[in-house]
């Protein structure tokens, strides 16, 4: 994308061609899907419909701050509660793609009934290239399956509308800018949420805790780059590992879960580097994780793991 004001009276004329009637929006607050409500809003006015789902694997105050985030934007939206409906589909789902399938599976189904309350089949999505480059088709191999394209049901009422398709994510902050969109610290965050940052068997009390310490570290490296101590990263997070490590609490034996930290840098997400961090930071991260959770977290990694070899989530 050489021009970013070419690409937005090309994307808006393109979605008023495509869409001639009502369409809904899958909104999340991230930055690919803010965009492409904010150009389905421009181009067809009233007739898009923006929802963000809390799928009940959002991060620690994830509604408050999307919501937030929408509004600062101008996007008009609707929120459905549907964390029953996803946590239930995942109980004890321990395989990736299987994980991500369904995952993919329940967005459309729910997706596919506000559809038919409001009278459409079109669905605009803010899918960016590395999404279906990574989930593979033809030649390309599936490096993983990102829920809004494999994770598309074969027989899906939908008509997908992709506007930023054909982007890499440095340039859709490019027409981010461009739109004067409002600057956000907020870090990517993956549209399975902590269901891919749980790597094993998903249940509620894991996503809890999983919660919790991604909590966490975000926290002290919100806290480090305020402090100066480091540039703020690409993404910063906590996975629960499925092992069990054991561990001391006082003078008794503790058998907890493992955590792994994992802080990248990158550009356009197809690439990162694992990002060295001070040694008192990475102290104070594995006493907070643990001391918030005594006896539940008994130990604390930090990958530093670059993509490739490495994803930048754990699955």
């Known amino acids: 994308m050489n021009d970013p004001a070419a690409f937005h009276r090309e994307a808006v004329e393109k979605l008023r061609a ?13 930055i690919d899907s803010t965009i492409a ?9 009233e007739r898009a419909h923006a929802l963000f789902v809390d799928t009940g694997l959002l991060r620690q105050g994830e509604v408050d701050a999307v919501g937030g985030y929408l509004r600062a934007s101008g996007i008009r939206y609707t929120l459905l509660p549907a964390e029953e ?7 004890g789902v321990a395989e990736p793609e299987e994980k991500r399938r369904r995952i993919g ?21 803010g899918t960016i290239a590395p999404d279906w480059i990574e989930s593979g088709g033809g030649a390309r191999d599936t490096i993983k399956s990102h829920h809004n394209v494999g994770g598309v049901p074969k027989d899906s009422r939908l008509t997908l509308v992709e506007p930023l398709r054909d982007l890499y ?33 998903i249940s509620r009390e894991r996503i809890r805790i999983a919660r919790r310490a991604n909590a966490a570290v975000e926290e002290e490296i919100d806290a480090a780059v305020a402090r100066g ?7 910063y997070f906590a996975v629960l590992l499925p092992v069990r490590s054991v561990g001391v609490t006082g003078d008794n034996r503790a058998h907890g879960d493992a955590v792994t930290v994992r802080v990248v840098d990158s550009v356009d997400a197809m690439t990162a580097t694992a990002m060295p961090l001070p040694a008192e930071l990475l102290r104070r991260i594995a006493e907070r994780i643990t001391r918030e959770q005594p006896g539940v977290v008994t130990r604390v990694l930090y990958d530093v793991t670059d993509k490739p070899p490495a994803t930048i989530e754990w699955e």
């Open 169 to 201: 994510k440095d340039e859709v902050r490019q027409l981010a800018e461009h739109l004067g969109l409002p600057h956000a610290e907020r870090q990517p965050f993956p549209g399975p949420g902590l269901a891919v940052r749980v790597a094993g068997p």
């Open 37 to 45: 409500a904010a150009l389905a809003q421009e181009a067809l006015g």
């Open 85 to 91: 409906r996803f946590l239930s589909a995942l109980d």
């Open 105 to 125: 599976e329940a967005f459309i189904r729910l997706f596919e009934a506000e559809a038919d309350r409001i009278g459409t089949n079109r669905l605009v999505q």
């Open 18 to 30: 495509e869409v001639d009637g009502p369409a809904i929006v899958a909104a999340s607050g991230g």
């Open 229 to 235: 101590e480091i540039r703020r990263p690409w993404q």
